[in-house]
Antibody, heavy 124, light 106 residues
Framework: EVQMVESGGGLVQPGGSLRLSCAAS????????MNWVRQAPGRGLEWVSY????????YYADSVKGRFTISQDNAKNSLYLQMNSLRAEDTAMYYC?????????????????WGQGTLVTVSS | EIVLTQSPATLSLSPGERATLSCRAS??????LAWYQQKPGQAPRLLIY???KRATGIPGRFSGSGSGTDFTLTISSLEPEDFAVYYC????????FGEGTKVEIK
């Protein structure tokens, strides 16, 4: 069974850092491109970051570029999001999401599997 | 950035009724559009991709149509479990989501 479990969220002060993890099971990260998508409380969905299955291509939303870094460890079958210089507007539920298809050139597309999310709260 | 505008914001219907949700793009996205369903406290679920293809396991009462800038998600006969928020998403130019349509029980 395909499953993704996020962890690492919590309360952090503005300017602080957090590292989110997404442990995948039932499929191999080396065969799928992955994403982080966030949702502020009571708001809609916002794509945050993408990593290709071979980890050679990464993309970021303008709102997080230069502050967030996506990575993955195929040996642990886990996806990560290092978040630095956090701001109040980064407060959200963060989901890892798997791409449905492989597109060339590599790019995020449709999200067919999602984790349950991990909540990040940036507040003093 | 391509902006997706969903309408109406809220749709009040009864079980068994037909639901028609709209998503309009600020510029053409060809058929690069998807629809998701999200229930309270849950992650989104992919319903439709490439404008009209049903994702695995999605019931036949869900259908998508449209191309270019105007798209529609139709639920032919609402089941109790269909009352939720629905989002459209495009991947023609980067990736953006609409603001959502809430389908609530009348």
């Amino acid at each position: 069974e395909v499953q993704m479990v996020e962890s690492g969220g919590g309360l952090v002060q503005p300017g602080g850092s957090l590292r989110l993890s997404c442990a995948a099971s039932g499929f191999s990260l080396s065969r799928y491109s992955m994403n982080w998508v966030r949702q502020a409380p009571g708001r809609g969905l916002e794509w945050v970051s993408y990593i290709s299955s071979d980890s050679r291509t990464m993309y970021y939303a303008d709102s997080v570029k230069g502050r967030f870094t996506i990575s993955q460890d195929n040996a642990k079958n886990s996806l990560y999001l290092q978040m630095n210089s956090l701001r109040a507007e980064d407060t959200a539920m963060y989901y890892c999401a798997r791409d449905l298809i492989v597109v060339i050139p590599a790019a995020p597309n449709w999200f067919d599997r999602w984790g349950q999310g991990t909540l990040v709260t940036v507040s003093s | 950035e391509i902006v997706l505008t969903q309408s109406p914001a809220t749709l009040s219907l009864s079980p068994g009724e037909r639901a028609t949700l709209s998503c309009r793009a600020s510029q053409s996205v060809s058929n690069y559009l998807a629809w998701y369903q999200q229930k309270p406290g849950q992650a989104p679920r992919l319903l439709i991709y490439d404008a009209s293809k049903r994702a695995t396991g999605i019931p036949g009462r869900f259908s998508g149509s449209g191309s270019g800038t105007d798209f529609t998600l139709t639920i032919s006969s609402l089941e109790p479990e269909d009352f939720a928020v629905y989002y459209c998403q495009q991947r023609s130019s980067w990736l953006t989501f609409g603001e959502g349509t809430k389908v609530e029980i009348k």
